[in-house]
């Protein structure tokens, strides 16, 4: 009897017998008792003087319709459903531009099954490593262990299968006995598959951001850097359990008179005042060495890099080499500027009532004069024009002398190096004269400038030259 039947026909009977075979509704049962009769002995089916379904008949009238209307959905849906034979494919595709995202590919057939897929070393979208799914594309996440310089993505999947395929089984209990057709036993998870991407190498991105530990220094004091290492791809891969090693180049850029304009990269013949080298070993906080210097007055930027190329056979670890910006303001330090005057006289012998200045050769001592918006800072000197008591002119001394009694004070603006001359202190009396000089960040000065107080004390003759000297205070 089965013998006869086409492969198709077998899958058709297997797919009805597996959905409703085993319902305990008579109406149900009555309905696959016709469809395995009409397709396995269909000419009996057919005899008799009967048409067809005109066995519905034998129905009482108040269950027909259902009964035919059931027939009918068997009829339809066996051709669509039926798979004579059924599998199950999977396949891992991975866009090897970004080691972790990837698509898990599904292929069934019949293309509704159905069934768990499980993931190791990777997650679906909604974070899990199992999910049911049927045929279609997945996107998935690689997971790998932090610091792992490669891994793999593997998946699996089953799907309970019964009722599908071009057989089915026949029992018989023996010559007199009724014969029974039932679709095919068959444990859930009778189709399964599984995948696995070949090694997935791994790299990461360190990247440098730095600030300057003071924003000002003095002349020959260190350039402090603290840098705060991140990592903006991937994890920070280990080797026997050790963070590989990786070496930041910083460089330091100046002196420039004024904070140079951020950039990419610095410009074409910068100064450099020196190079420092740090060894990497993981995301955190590193502190530079401190190794250089500052010879002179100006504002100094760094600038971090790391070369892919210069870290031997673990730059096969890195994605790419990483450049700081150039002339960021937190990664730059000032060195304060050091102005100095000298003072010189311009009359030599005056009587009372007429008018006394001062010719003033301002310039930095420590190179160069800052610069802010590309103007030079502006640093003003206030000069006190003192009455020297004695028949003598006086000694130069570091200090004022008590017994000296001011005249009249008056300021100039140096706006740069240059040579200015004071307004005018009238001279009250006869006797011996002298300036003093200086200015103090207590004026409003910028803090690029240094303090400093200059003296300015007369040489003993009738037409004093006056000349200064700076003094710290």
Request: glycine share 10%; proline share 7%; net charge negative.
């Amino acid at each position: 009897m089965l013998d006869s039947l086409s492969r198709q026909q077998l899958a058709e009977l297997n797919y009805v017998l597996a959905r409703w075979g085993q319902s305990g509704d008579p109406n149900v049962t009555a309905v696959v008792a016709l469809y395995t009769w009409s397709v396995t002995d269909a000419g009996t089916y057919n005899s008799h003087g009967m048409s067809d379904d005109d066995y519905v008949a034998r129905a009482p009238s108040e269950a027909r319709s259902t009964i035919l209307s059931l027939l009918a959905q068997m009829r339809s849906e066996a051709p669509a459903y039926a798979v004579t034979d059924p599998s199950l494919s999977l396949s891992l595709s991975l866009d090897m531009t970004d080691q972790y995202a990837g698509t898990l590919t599904v292929a069934a057939n019949p293309s509704h099954l159905q069934g768990t897929a499980d993931l190791s070393g990777a997650v679906f979208g909604d974070g899990s490593t199992s999910l049911t799914l049927g045929a279609g594309q997945f996107g998935i996440t690689g997971t790998p262990a932090d610091g792992a310089s490669s891994y793999q993505i593997g998946a699996s999947m089953s799907v309970a299968a019964d009722g599908y395929g071009a057989k089915v089984d026949l029992y018989t209990a023996g010559a007199s006995e009724q014969r029974i057709i039932a679709s095919v036993a068959g444990a859930p998870g009778n189709l399964a598959a599984s995948t696995q991407t070949p090694q997935i190498d791994l790299d990461f991105q360190p990247v440098i951001g730095t600030q300057v530990a003071s924003r000002y220094i003095g002349e020959g004091d260190p350039f402090v850097d603290q840098l705060a290492v991140s990592v903006t791809k991937g994890t920070w891969t280990s080797l026997d359990d050790a963070s590989i090693p990786i070496t930041a180049t910083g460089t330091l850029y100046g002196p420039f008179d004024q904070q140079p304009a951020e950039a990419d990269s610095p410009p074409v013949g910068a100064p450099v005042a020196g190079t420092e080298q740090l060894t990497l070993s993981g995301a955190g906080d590193y502190t530079s060495a401190g190794s250089i210097t500052a010879p002179s007055s100006g504002f100094y930027t760094w600038v971090w890099q790391i070369d892919k190329d210069a870290q031997g056979d673990l730059g096969r670890y890195l994605a790419g080499s990483y450049t700081d910006r150039f002339g960021r303001v937190t990664e730059t330090a000032v060195v304060p500027f050091q102005p100095k005057a000298v003072s010189t006289a311009q009359q030599r012998l005056v009587v009372p009532g007429d008018p006394l200045t001062d010719r003033l050769v301002v310039s930095s001592v420590n190179d160069p004069w800052l610069k802010v918006d590309g103007q030079p800072i502006p640093v003003i000197l206030e000069g006190t024009l003192y009455q020297v008591p004695g028949t003598r002119p006086p000694t130069q001394n570091a200090a004022v002398n008590l017994d000296a009694v001011p005249i009249g004070t008056v300021t100039v603006t140096a706006t740069g190096p240059g040579s200015y001359i004071s307004p005018v202190v009238t001279a009250p009396a006869a006797g011996f004269v002298t300036w003093v000089w200086q200015v103090k960040k207590a004026f409003g000065e910028p803090r690029e400038i240094e303090d400093f107080t200059t003296v300015l004390a007369v040489r003993p003759h009738s037409r004093p030259k006056l000349q200064g000297r700076l003094k710290s205070r």
